[in-house]
């Protein structure tokens, strides 16, 4: 079941990420604690969004994935305790999302195990 969840969330992401790369709007600079500039990112999309890592209320990290418009388009779901665990998450997100299959859900219920 957690990997059917990263797989939709990547594959949540990819598209997402198609469908805005060629946005028209200036690019926005990440401000948050360990941004990650676009041009540091890989793919034909790195210059229309940058994944952003921040502390929350909780002092944890999380990261957030946000277009040139501005609108967060992803986002951690979960706090982690370290930096470095948030900083793998976003590397399995980058990793994971161009090649993650889409499925289409009847409901947004968790798959019945196999």
Excluded: H
């Excluded at 040139?68 to 948030?86: D, L």
């Excluded at 994971?96 to 968790?110: F, G, L, R, T, Y």
Aim: proline residues 5%; contains cysteine; charged residues 25%.
């Amino acid at each position: 079941m957690p990997r059917t969840i990263v797989l939709s969330l990547t594959g949540l992401v990819a598209i997402t990420i198609a469908l805005f790369a060629f946005t028209a709007t200036p690019p926005v600079r990440a401000i948050e604690i360990g941004a990650v500039e676009p041009a540091k990112t890989s793919s034909f999309a790195a210059a229309a969004a940058t994944f952003e890592m921040y502390k929350d209320k909780a002092g944890e990290y999380r990261w957030r994935l946000r277009m040139q418009n501005t609108k967060v388009i992803a986002s951690s779901g979960e706090g982690y305790t370290t930096k470095r665990a948030c900083e793998e998450a976003i590397d399995s997100v980058k990793k994971n999302a161009a090649d993650a299959q889409v499925e289409e859900k009847e409901s947004d219920a968790p798959p019945a195990d196999k």
